[in-house]
């Protein structure tokens, strides 16, 4: 008796004959499957040839094998252009009511279409949130606004940056000293809660924002004369904005902890110690009243100052203290 395979199977009516060594047909060893009935596909079977060959009539043939038939798809087309473009049809103008407008309409279909998760983002209402400005908008004839925000280490940038760091922030020295020189509180009538300060060059508005203050000290710089007193410059402008270093003067705002100095009346009188700066001070401060309560007293360059605590009522409101500004000649 010789081995038969399975793929050499016949199937003649009914009957199961196998093709043996020798060529002859005869019936099957006992044990193997039975027949498939006519017109039954093997289950084991994974390759189609009428996909293939192009003389092949199947309606899922490929596109190799010649133009479809109208409305037949291809076996292996996955993206479906009508969950990606939204069209509005009589049926989501019904579903949307004779009242809605047709950008409405626009909107519920896309809703209708959408995950649940992105449905969030259609509420109505949800696109106006924020502000609502245009850099570069001009609300009247040669009027120009732009919007600016400034961080707590004295980084300015365009209010609508989306990565704000080093690298995108203002760096020209001559703006931003012409920048900060300009600043005022923001009394225009517009964008005055958003915006509470604003720079104006000629007709040219530039609104400001800011994480704390609009005035941020960066760096100490020496004195103009020898035994003058220090200066510190503020929104890494260099010597080009500084104001005379006043110790005594130094605060520790009792609700976040941050140290501020005065600052130009025009910027709100107090003006954000940097980060940086302040932990480099922070062995000169002692505590009298213990290390729970504010600083009492500075040493500095051999002096020990009693700090003043005036900028205190300052920094959640009331009037500013007046600082000259000392910019640089030339």
């Not at 703006?175 to 000629?202: D, I, M, W």
């Amino acid at each position: 008796m010789g081995i038969y395979r399975a793929d050499e199977c016949l199937s003649i009516g009914a009957i199961s004959v196998y093709r043996g060594p020798t060529g002859s047909l005869g019936p099957g060893p006992p044990g193997l499957p039975a027949p498939l009935p006519p017109g039954a596909a093997s289950p084991r079977r994974r390759f189609r040839p009428e996909w293939r060959h192009p003389g092949a009539a199947s309606a899922r043939s490929r596109v190799t094998s010649g133009p479809l038939p109208p409305g037949v798809a291809s076996p292996r087309r996955r993206f479906r252009p009508e969950r990606h473009h939204f069209r509005v049809g009589p049926s989501a103008a019904v579903a949307a009511g004779p009242a809605v407008a047709p950008r409405a309409a626009v909107a519920v279909t896309v809703a209708m279409r959408l995950p649940p998760r992105l449905r969030l983002q259609l509420r109505p209402g949800a696109a106006a949130a924020g502000p609502g400005y245009r850099q570069g908008q001009s609300p009247g004839p040669r009027i120009r606004e732009y919007f600016y925000y400034i961080d707590h280490q004295g980084q300015l940038f365009l209010d609508d940056t989306k990565v704000k760091n080093f690298i995108t922030c203002f760096k020209d020295v001559r703006f931003l000293a012409f920048f900060f020189k300009q600043l005022q509180p923001n009394r225009s009538g517009r964008y005055e809660t958003q915006f509470p300060f604003v720079s104006l060059c000629g007709r040219e508005r530039n609104f400001l924002r800011c994480d704390d203050r609009p005035v941020v000290f960066t760096e100490i710089l020496p004195g103009t004369d020898t035994g003058t007193e220090r200066l510190l410059s503020y929104c890494g402008a260099g010597d080009r904005l500084t104001v005379p270093f006043q110790p005594q003067n130094l605060a520790v705002s009792p609700r976040n902890g941050r140290l501020y100095h005065p600052a130009p009346a025009r910027a709100g009188g107090v003006g954000l110690v940097r980060s940086a700066l302040a932990l480099e001070w922070d062995p000169c401060f002692e505590y009298e009243l213990g290390p729970a309560q504010p600083p009492t007293h500075f040493k500095w360059e051999g002096r020990r100052y009693r700090l003043t605590g005036e900028l205190l009522p300052l920094l959640h409101g009331g009037e500013s203290a007046d600082v000259t500004i000392t910019p640089c000649q030339g």
